[in-house]
T-cell receptor
Framework: EPEVTQTPSHQVTQMGQEVILRCVPI?????FYWYRQILGQKVEFLVS????????KSEIFDDQFSVERPDGSNFTLKIRSTKLEDSAMYFC???????????FGPGTRLTVL | SQKIEQNSEALNIQEGKTATLTCNYT??????LQWYRQDPGRGPVFLLL?????KEKRKERLKVTFDTTLKQSLFHITASQPADSATYLC??????????????FGTGTQLKVEL
């Protein structure tokens, strides 16, 4: 069964450093998403992406964040200058269209020291 | 403001019983609602999606109802098993904005099925 994959599973970085989180969505899906979950809190939407552009973003997704689909399979989230409060699990998700279920990856645990 | 509420307290039930989880929402008119399962340190796993014109949906031992008048969804697991122990998340679709759609999640209800 096709699934969303994410790498790395765990990333440790120093405050102020740039990180890139990578995702491979399900191959025939057209809509891609990033969510995050701070430990003990709920899953929060960051951004949605369709047709090579951002379609919606939350207030969390400020200028420090960017997303890219550099080729036909990868979808990345970049944080330019990480802050302590960026420490969280980051989940990538994809869906066939906007009216159907979203499938989530296993997540990348980001720890900012 | 928009709000989604799930039972914040953990639900403990005996194996074989039916677990019922509640999701209430306010200031929303979602076109559909989804239920996910999340295990510790893992990503949400999709279980069921129900649309606003559907009252009930079933999948194996799972059943979900959606009452748009009460603004409530109920999620049932029949013949529960210890392997069903997890956190169950309710998620509502946000406002459609052309090319994409966001999900807004509740805080989840932790279910523990005991032998």
């Amino acid at each position: 069964e096709p699934e969303v994959t994410q790498t790395p599973s765990h990333q440790v970085t120093q405050m102020g450093q740039e990180v890139i989180l990578r995702c491979v969505p399900i191959s025939n899906h057209l809509y891609f998403y990033w969510y995050r979950q701070i430990l003990g809190q709920k899953v929060e939407f960051l951004v949605s992406f369709y047709n090579n552009e951002i379609s919606e973003k939350s207030e969390i997704f400020d200028d420090q964040f960017s997303v890219e689909r550099p080729d036909g399979s990868n979808f990345t989230l970049k944080i330019r200058s990480t802050k302590l409060e960026d420490s969280a699990m980051y989940f990538c998700a994809s869906s066939r269209d906007i009216y159907n279920e979203q499938f989530f990856g296993p997540g990348t645990r980001l720890t900012v020291l | 403001s928009q709000k989604i509420e799930q039972n914040s307290e953990a639900l403990n039930i005996q194996e074989g019983k039916t677990a019922t989880l509640t999701c209430n929402y306010t200031n929303y008119s979602p076109a559909y609602l989804q239920w996910y399962r999340q295990d510790p340190g893992r990503g949400p796993v999709f279980l069921l999606l129900i649309r606003e014109n559907e009252k009930e949906k079933r999948k194996e031992r799972l059943k979900v109802t959606f009452d748009t008048t009460l603004k409530q969804s109920l999620f049932h697991i029949t013949a529960s098993q210890p392997a069903d122990s997890a956190t169950y998340l309710c998620a509502l679709e946000g406002q459609l904005t052309g090319g994409g759609n966001k999900l807004t999640f509740g805080t989840g209800t932790q279910l523990k099925v005991e032998l």
